[in-house]
Protein backbone atom coordinates (compact mmCIF):
# COMPACT_ATOMS: atom_id res chain seq x y z
CA UNK A 1 0.00 0.00 0.00
CA UNK A 2 0.87 3.48 -0.75
CA UNK A 3 -0.24 7.09 0.79
CA UNK A 4 0.56 10.13 -1.13
CA UNK A 5 -0.53 13.78 -1.05
CA UNK A 6 -1.84 15.06 -4.30
CA UNK A 7 -3.24 18.94 -5.09
CA UNK A 8 -5.60 19.59 -7.94
CA UNK A 9 -8.79 21.33 -8.53
CA UNK A 10 -8.85 25.26 -9.39
CA UNK A 11 -5.82 27.22 -8.59
CA UNK A 12 -4.55 23.31 -7.10
CA UNK A 13 -5.91 24.20 -3.83
CA UNK A 14 -7.63 20.99 -3.13
CA UNK A 15 -5.76 18.46 -1.23
CA UNK A 16 -6.13 15.08 -0.73
CA UNK A 17 -4.01 11.83 0.04
CA UNK A 18 -4.33 8.90 -2.29
CA UNK A 19 -4.19 5.81 -0.97
CA UNK A 20 -2.65 2.44 -3.68
CA UNK A 21 -2.57 -0.80 -3.26
CA UNK A 22 0.72 -2.94 -3.72
CA UNK A 23 0.65 -2.99 -7.87
CA UNK A 24 0.40 -6.63 -7.40
CA UNK A 25 -2.45 -6.78 -5.21
CA UNK A 26 -4.48 -4.14 -7.74
CA UNK A 27 -7.80 -5.12 -8.56
CA UNK A 28 -8.44 -4.60 -12.24
CA UNK A 29 -11.77 -3.20 -13.08
CA UNK A 30 -12.12 -1.92 -9.07
CA UNK A 31 -13.71 1.64 -9.62
CA UNK A 32 -11.75 4.09 -7.33
CA UNK A 33 -13.22 5.40 -4.28
CA UNK A 34 -13.31 8.82 -3.92
CA UNK A 35 -14.23 9.97 -0.01
CA UNK A 36 -14.48 13.84 1.08
CA UNK A 37 -15.25 15.84 4.39
CA UNK A 38 -18.02 14.90 7.00
CA UNK A 39 -19.48 18.08 8.02
CA UNK A 40 -16.48 19.75 9.47
CA UNK A 41 -14.33 16.55 9.77
CA UNK A 42 -11.01 17.09 7.54
CA UNK A 43 -10.30 14.02 5.03
CA UNK A 44 -9.39 11.71 8.13
CA UNK A 45 -13.17 10.91 8.63
CA UNK A 46 -14.79 11.09 11.96
CA UNK A 47 -12.72 8.97 14.45
CA UNK A 48 -10.43 7.96 11.56
CA UNK A 49 -13.49 6.23 9.48
CA UNK A 50 -11.97 7.18 6.14
CA UNK A 51 -8.32 6.72 6.97
CA UNK A 52 -9.46 3.27 8.16
CA UNK A 53 -11.37 2.70 4.99
CA UNK A 54 -9.14 3.91 2.87
CA UNK A 55 -6.53 1.46 3.76
CA UNK A 56 -9.01 -1.66 3.95
CA UNK A 57 -9.98 -1.26 0.79
CA UNK A 58 -6.14 -0.88 -0.60
CA UNK A 59 -5.95 -4.37 0.98
CA UNK A 60 -8.57 -5.56 -1.43
CA UNK A 61 -6.75 -3.46 -4.04
CA UNK A 62 -8.67 -0.71 -4.47
CA UNK A 63 -7.70 2.69 -5.05
CA UNK A 64 -8.85 5.20 -2.57
CA UNK A 65 -8.75 9.35 -2.71
CA UNK A 66 -9.86 11.10 0.28
CA UNK A 67 -9.99 15.08 0.04
CA UNK A 68 -10.90 18.34 2.08
CA UNK A 69 -13.45 20.66 -0.02
CA UNK A 70 -12.35 23.93 -0.16
CA UNK A 71 -11.96 25.73 3.16
CA UNK A 72 -12.10 22.56 4.79
CA UNK A 73 -9.22 20.78 6.76
CA UNK A 74 -6.16 21.67 4.16
CA UNK A 75 -7.69 23.13 1.06
CA UNK A 76 -7.67 26.22 0.81
CA UNK A 77 -10.42 28.65 0.72
CA UNK A 78 -11.45 29.52 -2.96
CA UNK A 79 -10.92 32.86 -3.85
CA UNK A 80 -13.67 33.75 -6.35
CA UNK A 81 -17.01 34.07 -4.60
CA UNK A 82 -20.13 33.17 -6.16
CA UNK A 83 -21.13 29.39 -5.70
CA UNK A 84 -23.14 28.07 -3.02
CA UNK A 85 -21.54 25.56 -0.80
CA UNK A 86 -23.70 22.83 -2.15
CA UNK A 87 -22.33 23.95 -5.61
CA UNK A 88 -18.87 23.76 -4.97
CA UNK A 89 -18.87 20.50 -3.05
CA UNK A 90 -20.50 18.96 -5.99
CA UNK A 91 -17.76 21.38 -8.25
CA UNK A 92 -14.85 20.07 -6.24
CA UNK A 93 -15.98 16.18 -6.34
CA UNK A 94 -15.98 16.45 -10.06
CA UNK A 95 -12.73 18.43 -10.14
CA UNK A 96 -11.59 15.11 -7.90
CA UNK A 97 -12.78 12.31 -10.53
CA UNK A 98 -11.09 14.86 -13.47
CA UNK A 99 -7.68 14.60 -11.86
CA UNK A 100 -8.05 10.78 -11.02
CA UNK A 101 -9.13 10.55 -14.99
CA UNK A 102 -6.62 12.95 -16.53
CA UNK A 103 -3.40 12.49 -14.50
CA UNK A 104 -3.97 8.96 -13.18
CA UNK A 105 -5.74 7.42 -16.43
CA UNK A 106 -8.99 5.96 -13.85
CA UNK A 107 -11.91 5.82 -15.43
CA UNK A 108 -14.77 4.41 -12.59
CA UNK A 109 -15.41 5.66 -9.76
CA UNK A 110 -17.71 4.95 -6.52
CA UNK A 111 -18.57 7.74 -4.16
CA UNK A 112 -19.45 7.67 -0.44
CA UNK A 113 -21.15 10.23 1.88
CA UNK A 114 -21.58 10.41 4.99
CA UNK A 115 -24.88 12.80 6.02
CA UNK A 116 -24.22 16.36 4.55
CA UNK A 117 -21.51 14.30 2.24
CA UNK A 118 -24.25 12.68 0.81
CA UNK A 119 -25.77 15.53 -0.59
CA UNK A 120 -22.45 16.21 -3.45
CA UNK A 121 -22.24 12.67 -3.74
CA UNK A 122 -25.36 11.79 -4.50
CA UNK A 123 -25.57 15.09 -7.23
CA UNK A 124 -22.46 13.86 -8.69
CA UNK A 125 -23.60 10.18 -8.67
CA UNK A 126 -26.45 11.42 -10.92
CA UNK A 127 -24.85 13.66 -12.92
CA UNK A 128 -21.84 11.51 -14.11
CA UNK A 129 -22.02 8.48 -16.01
CA UNK A 130 -17.94 7.66 -14.82
CA UNK A 131 -19.79 6.93 -11.13
CA UNK A 132 -20.42 3.62 -11.09
CA UNK A 133 -21.27 2.49 -7.39
CA UNK A 134 -22.44 5.32 -4.38
CA UNK A 135 -23.02 4.25 -1.00
CA UNK A 136 -25.01 7.20 0.86
CA UNK A 137 -24.43 6.64 5.09
CA UNK A 138 -27.46 8.56 6.93
CA UNK A 139 -28.40 10.14 3.56
CA UNK A 140 -32.20 11.32 2.73
CA UNK A 141 -35.04 9.77 5.15
CA UNK A 142 -38.84 10.60 4.75
CA UNK A 143 -40.68 9.56 7.76
CA UNK A 144 -43.36 6.85 6.94
CA UNK A 145 -46.63 5.59 8.53
CA UNK A 146 -44.77 3.09 10.14
CA UNK A 147 -42.21 5.65 11.56
CA UNK A 148 -45.34 7.68 13.02
CA UNK A 149 -46.71 4.43 14.67
CA UNK A 150 -43.15 3.77 16.89
CA UNK A 151 -42.19 7.65 17.47
CA UNK A 152 -45.74 7.40 19.31
CA UNK A 153 -44.76 4.41 20.94
CA UNK A 154 -42.08 5.51 22.65
CA UNK A 155 -44.00 7.56 24.87
CA UNK A 156 -45.24 4.40 26.78
CA UNK A 157 -41.30 3.34 27.77
CA UNK A 158 -41.00 3.96 31.85
CA UNK A 159 -37.00 4.41 30.65
CA UNK A 160 -37.64 7.47 28.77
CA UNK A 161 -40.27 9.23 31.13
CA UNK A 162 -37.72 9.04 33.98
CA UNK A 163 -35.43 10.46 31.81
CA UNK A 164 -37.10 13.11 30.95
CA UNK A 165 -37.86 13.58 34.93
CA UNK A 166 -34.36 14.02 35.63
CA UNK A 167 -33.96 16.52 32.76
CA UNK A 168 -36.49 18.60 34.44
CA UNK A 169 -34.82 18.82 37.90
CA UNK A 170 -32.01 20.41 36.06
CA UNK A 171 -31.05 24.10 36.35
CA UNK A 172 -32.43 26.05 33.99
CA UNK A 173 -29.38 27.21 32.01
CA UNK A 174 -28.67 23.65 31.05
CA UNK A 175 -32.09 22.62 30.35
CA UNK A 176 -31.83 25.69 27.95
CA UNK A 177 -28.48 25.10 26.71
CA UNK A 178 -29.49 21.23 25.61
CA UNK A 179 -32.98 22.97 23.56
CA UNK A 180 -30.71 25.35 21.75
CA UNK A 181 -31.73 25.66 17.86
CA UNK A 182 -30.22 23.78 15.47
CA UNK A 183 -27.20 25.57 13.65
CA UNK A 184 -27.13 22.98 10.87
CA UNK A 185 -29.53 22.35 7.92
CA UNK A 186 -29.60 20.30 4.86
CA UNK A 187 -32.14 20.72 2.10
CA UNK A 188 -33.77 17.57 1.19
CA UNK A 189 -35.27 16.92 -2.53
CA UNK A 190 -38.22 16.25 -2.91
CA UNK A 191 -39.58 12.38 -2.62
CA UNK A 192 -40.91 11.85 -5.60
CA UNK A 193 -37.63 13.62 -7.12
CA UNK A 194 -35.52 11.00 -5.40
CA UNK A 195 -37.38 8.05 -6.48
CA UNK A 196 -36.29 9.28 -10.17
CA UNK A 197 -32.77 9.82 -9.56
CA UNK A 198 -32.72 6.21 -7.64
CA UNK A 199 -34.58 4.79 -10.76
CA UNK A 200 -32.70 6.42 -13.47
CA UNK A 201 -29.46 5.06 -11.30
CA UNK A 202 -30.84 0.97 -10.97
CA UNK A 203 -31.31 1.65 -15.33
CA UNK A 204 -27.57 2.69 -15.25
CA UNK A 205 -26.35 -0.20 -13.48
CA UNK A 206 -25.16 1.76 -10.50
CA UNK A 207 -24.28 0.12 -7.37
CA UNK A 208 -26.08 1.32 -4.65
CA UNK A 209 -25.50 0.94 -1.28
CA UNK A 210 -27.43 2.67 2.10
CA UNK A 211 -26.82 2.79 5.55
CA UNK A 212 -28.48 4.23 8.40
CA UNK A 213 -27.69 4.38 12.16
CA UNK A 214 -29.61 4.95 15.19
CA UNK A 215 -28.53 8.50 15.65
CA UNK A 216 -31.59 9.22 13.11
CA UNK A 217 -34.02 8.41 15.33
CA UNK A 218 -35.88 11.91 14.62
CA UNK A 219 -36.33 10.56 11.09
CA UNK A 220 -35.62 7.17 10.83
CA UNK A 221 -36.41 4.58 13.64
CA UNK A 222 -37.07 0.93 11.80
CA UNK A 223 -35.53 -1.40 9.41
CA UNK A 224 -38.19 -1.57 7.14
CA UNK A 225 -38.84 2.50 6.64
CA UNK A 226 -36.12 2.20 4.11
CA UNK A 227 -38.18 0.20 1.61
CA UNK A 228 -41.40 1.91 3.01
CA UNK A 229 -40.39 5.22 1.79
CA UNK A 230 -38.98 4.86 -1.29
CA UNK A 231 -41.77 1.76 -2.28
CA UNK A 232 -42.57 2.41 -5.41
CA UNK A 233 -39.08 1.06 -6.95
CA UNK A 234 -39.17 -2.06 -4.74
CA UNK A 235 -35.15 -2.11 -3.83
CA UNK A 236 -35.83 -5.22 -1.55
CA UNK A 237 -33.04 -7.02 -2.97
CA UNK A 238 -31.27 -4.42 -5.49
CA UNK A 239 -29.36 -2.75 -3.52
CA UNK A 240 -27.23 -3.29 -0.25
CA UNK A 241 -28.82 -1.65 2.89
CA UNK A 242 -28.08 -2.12 6.72
CA UNK A 243 -29.94 -0.37 9.30
CA UNK A 244 -27.71 -0.29 12.90
CA UNK A 245 -29.84 1.30 15.47
CA UNK A 246 -27.21 0.60 18.37
CA UNK A 247 -24.95 2.87 16.09
CA UNK A 248 -24.67 6.46 16.74
CA UNK A 249 -24.47 9.39 13.92
CA UNK A 250 -20.76 9.40 13.73
CA UNK A 251 -19.88 5.26 14.34
CA UNK A 252 -17.66 6.59 17.26
CA UNK A 253 -17.94 2.95 18.95
CA UNK A 254 -15.13 0.98 17.28
CA UNK A 255 -17.25 -2.23 17.27
CA UNK A 256 -19.91 -0.11 15.38
CA UNK A 257 -17.49 1.22 13.26
CA UNK A 258 -16.19 -2.15 12.15
CA UNK A 259 -19.12 -3.49 11.06
CA UNK A 260 -19.59 -0.52 8.81
CA UNK A 261 -16.06 -0.97 7.24
CA UNK A 262 -17.46 -4.88 7.06
CA UNK A 263 -20.30 -3.85 5.52
CA UNK A 264 -18.56 -0.90 2.53
CA UNK A 265 -15.72 -3.30 1.58
CA UNK A 266 -18.10 -5.94 0.87
CA UNK A 267 -20.04 -3.68 -1.07
CA UNK A 268 -17.40 -1.91 -3.11
CA UNK A 269 -16.34 -5.62 -3.64
CA UNK A 270 -19.46 -6.21 -5.58
CA UNK A 271 -19.47 -2.93 -7.45
CA UNK A 272 -16.24 -4.81 -9.82
CA UNK A 273 -17.06 -6.93 -12.78
CA UNK A 274 -17.67 -10.84 -11.62
CA UNK A 275 -14.68 -11.72 -14.85
CA UNK A 276 -11.99 -9.35 -12.69
CA UNK A 277 -12.37 -10.90 -9.61
CA UNK A 278 -12.20 -14.69 -11.25
CA UNK A 279 -9.16 -13.70 -12.43
Same mark, same amino acid.
Given at each position: MRERICTFGPELSLVGILTEPDPAKA??????????????????GPYRLWVELA *?? =??? /??? $?????????????RPRREGGADEFQRAREETRAALDYLEQKKGHQRFALIGLCSGVDSAHAVTVADPRVVG??????????TLGYH????? *?? =??? /??? $??FLRKRKLPAQL????EADEVYTREYPEREQLTQDYQHLLERGVSLCFVFSGGMGL???HEGQFYEMLSPLKLEGRVTYAFYPRADHLFSVPEDRAELLRKLTAWAVGTVPPRALAG
Open positions: LPGAPTVVLSNVGLNHHV *RQ =LAG /RGF $STLRFDLSGLGDSAAFIDGYTYRLRFHL *RY =LSP /RRW $SRREAGSFN
